[in-house]
């Protein structure tokens, strides 16, 4: 079946430092790829999401690449700030009418000043 | 506009006894998905209502039920509740091919 496989957290930066969060899924046909965030204590936030591939998502200073040859979707920051903690999501939807959003277990993301 | 609403945000329940948790979407959203999330299993589908109908379902004992009603709004009902039904219950409401609208989710502390 489809799944998705995120680098294990946490991942602890300084501040201004470059980030990326590996992601790699797999699945049949086309799916639609997302990101989301989760802040303490709260739900999830769509960060960014691509539908084909070579789509570019971006949002917020975030980016990631719908990369159809390495089933990849790698969250990239240049320059992180004390505000991006949180834990990410990567996750996927095949485009098929209700099927369901598939997420990776998360990574946890710890910047300091 | 307003964003998904699920109500309520805690609840402490005994072992056996039963709850049900609900949740409004996205005015126009007709899609309502819903997920399990727990530190160990992590996010999981429970199942997803479109058009008051079930559409899809998680791999989740009967115990898990779920309903939709004529104006989307949508509730979930567990019963006999198990100490291993502690979590976060997250609601999703979408648009059909668009991407998905979560809620802040109810904490349920099962004891």
């Known amino acids: 079946g489809d799944s998705v496989t995120q680098m294990e957290g946490p991942v602890t930066l300084s501040e201004e430092a470059f980030l990326t969060i590996n992601c790699t899924y797999t699945a049949t046909g086309y799916p639609s790829l997302f990101w989301y965030v989760q802040y303490p204590g709260e739900g999830l936030q769509l960060l960014l999401k691509a539908t084909k591939a070579d789509d570019k998502g971006s949002n917020k200073g975030f980016e990631a690449t719908y990369r159809k040859e390495t089933t990849s979707f790698h969250l990239e920051k240049g320059s992180v700030q004390v505000s991006d903690s949180a834990v990410y999501f990567c996750?996927?939807?095949?485009?098929?009418?209700?099927?369901?959003?598939?997420f990776g277990k998360g990574t946890t993301l710890s910047v300091s000043s | 506009k307003a964003g998904v609403t699920q109500t309520p945000r805690y609840l402490i329940k005994t072992r056996g006894q039963q709850v049900t948790l609900s949740c409004s979407p996205i005015s126009g959203h007709r899609s309502v998905s819903w997920y399990q999330q727990t530190p160990g299993q992590g996010l999981q589908f429970l199942f997803e209502?479109?058009?008051?109908?079930?559409?899809n379902k998680g791999n989740f004992p009967g115990r898990f039920s779920g309903r939709q009603f004529s104006n989307s709004r949508s509730e979930m009902n567990v019963s006999t509740l198990e100490l291993g039904d502690s979590a976060l219950y997250l609601c999703?409401?979408?648009?059909?091919?668009?991407?998905?609208?979560f809620g802040s989710g109810t904490r349920l502390t099962v004891v």
């Open positions: 209502y479109f058009s008051e109908t079930q559409r």
């Open positions: 999703a409401s979408s648009l059909e091919g668009d991407g998905y609208t």
């Open positions: 996750a996927l939807k095949a485009n098929q009418a209700g099927t369901a959003l598939i």
